[in-house]
Structure formats: C-alpha cells, structure tokens
C-alpha cells in the first residue's frame, strides 16, 4: 500500500500544468511570443508560409486558441514571410509542381537562419541594459564600469549593480563610497577611520617596547592612512573573505594611501604572565592568557 502511494505521489509531483493557449494569430512573431511566454508556455517555433499579411505577422497557430493543454505542449506559429525564390530565375518561381515545393522548403531553412542572425544584430542594444542582457553577459558588461560580480550574488542583484554602479564613480575614493561597497561585499557595516593607524606598532625611526609592539612597519604619514575595522571576529572570517574584501579596498582607495583591516576580537587579554621563558625561568613580562586572544586579521597594502 504504501508503494503504490509513493507511486502515486510522484506521479501527481510530475504533471505538467494546464494552460489555455492564446490568441497570438494576427500579432508579430515577436509580440506573439512574449504572450506565450507570460501564459507559461515556453519558446514557440516558427514556420514561414507565403501570405498576403505584413511580414512577421503570425496567420496560424498550432494548438488553436482556447484549447486546454500541458505546459509543455510545443507551440508552432505560422508566420508571413516572401520566399526568396522571387529572387531566382522565372522558371524557379513556379511552385505548382512538388519540385519547386521542394526548393521553395529548402530556401525557408536559409532563411530562418538569415533572420535569426538578423535578429541578434537588431538587437544588439539590448545587451548593454542590465535588464535585457543575458546573464553570461553580465560579467562582461560589469568589465566595462570596474565592477566586480561575485559568482554567489543572484542575478537580480548582479543587475541592480549594473545599473546603479555608474553613479558611485561620483563619489569613488571617499570614506563613503568605499564603506557603502564593503557593505555590499561583505554584508556588514565597516567603520573607517581616517588618519589614523593601529596603536602601539613598531614603527621604524619611532618607537618601540620589545614584548608590547612587534609589528615592523615603514615609517607612515597619517595623513594617508586609514584603518578598517569590520564588526566581525576573525574566527567568522574565510579566506576567500579576506581576498575579496582586500580586492574592494585595493580597487576603490586613492592609490597614494594605505590601509590596516582590523577584525573584531573576541575575548580580552587581562592575566599578566612571562612572554619568553627559558626552560623554567622567565624573562621579562607582558600579557598572557591561557588561549591566544582572537587577533584581528590586519593586512596593509
């Protein structure tokens, strides 16, 4: 019994879905098709036929109109066309007989070709609106304005940033375009601190205390340095995080500046203890705790 509902089951998850075909007959093979695409059919073929009507103009539909059919039901639409035998000698443009009828089917399949291709350059403009371009398309246009797409952002995303980068170049190389971008990159809200830098480095023709400030770093001028600081701990923070979000600051900061990244931490370091012992004699003091602190990730470029 409980075989058959299983089969049962899985059967009715496979049915298509009725639709009722619509009238497209009298509309261009273009429009026609937008209508059966918004009644859930999917791409409807096209056949030429000889008719008095405007080119393009759909004179006949296989199913006819009002029938209830699967989803999946193939949509033929018979659309007004000239024949290019007009273009042949006159002995050629005579299709009463089956030998001409042939000629006339074989010129058909050369010319579907010719108009599809036709069609691709008519609307080539179409492929530089993000709302219209394919989505293969889409990391090419973004080449175009120095955006970057990330291969995990869905494609109404990918687009609205199509549309909406152009005007960021307004504003690029400030604070606040570079924290609205790491927002958007990373999904958190960055605080960037300008003409500032990490506290208590070693900074070379400065200072230094050996055991409390280790980082060797080139003599810096505050004035072209700032420090970004994400609300995140560093143990949240994947490598391909890191390398994208370093990639955003490296593409929208002036070039003549530099940067430190700083991650949130995690626990505080509050127990004094030995930071160098020799054997079981220690030298000198600083802090200590029984499991490393959460460093942040810092990285200068």
Not at 58 to 84: A, F, N
Not at 141 to 158: N, R
Not at 251 to 271: C, G, V
């Amino acid at each position: 019994m409980s075989d058959l509902a299983g089969k049962g089951t899985r059967s009715l998850g496979k049915r298509p879905r009725k639709l009722v075909v619509p009238d497209v007959q009298g509309l261009l093979l273009r429009d026609a098709r937008i209508v059966l695409d918004q009644a859930g059919f999917a791409e409807a073929t096209a056949r030429y036929v000889i008719a008095y009507e405007p080119e393009n103009t759909v004179v006949g539909q296989q199913p006819i109109r009002g029938l209830l059919v699967d989803s999946s039901t193939p949509i033929e639409l018979q659309v007004s066309k000239q024949s290019w035998l007009r273009f042949l000698p006159q002995i050629y443009q005579v299709t009463a007989d089956e030998e001409n009828a042939f000629l006339q089917n074989l010129l058909w399949v050369f010319h579907q070709i010719h108009d599809s291709v036709r069609d691709k350059v008519d609307d080539i403009h179409l492929l530089f609106r993000p709302s219209d371009a394919p989505d293969a398309f889409l990391p090419w246009l973004s080449s175009w304005i120095a955006l970057q797409l990330e291969d995990d952002w869905p494609d109404d995303k990918k687009r609205r940033w199509l549309r909406s980068a152009p005007a960021l170049y307004q504003i690029r190389g400030t604070r606040k375009a570079l924290e609205l971008l790491l927002e958007i990159y990373v999904g958190v809200k960055p605080r960037i601190t300008e003409n500032e830098w990490p506290a208590g480095a070693f900074r070379v023709e400065v200072s230094s205390t050996i055991g409390e400030s280790s980082t060797i770093l080139p003599p810096m001028n505050l004035k072209h340095c700032f420090v970004v600081e994400l609300p995140l701990a560093a143990s949240e923070v994947s490598d391909a995080l890191i390398v994208r979000i370093h990639r955003v600051i490296q593409a929208e900061k002036p070039a003549h500046t530099n940067y430190f990244l700083r991650f949130e931490s995690t626990q505080a370091i509050d127990d004094w203890g030995p930071f160098m012992t020799i054997g079981d004699a220690a030298v000198g003091g600083g802090q200590a705790s029984e499991e490393p602190p959460a460093t942040a990730r810092s990285g200068k470029r």
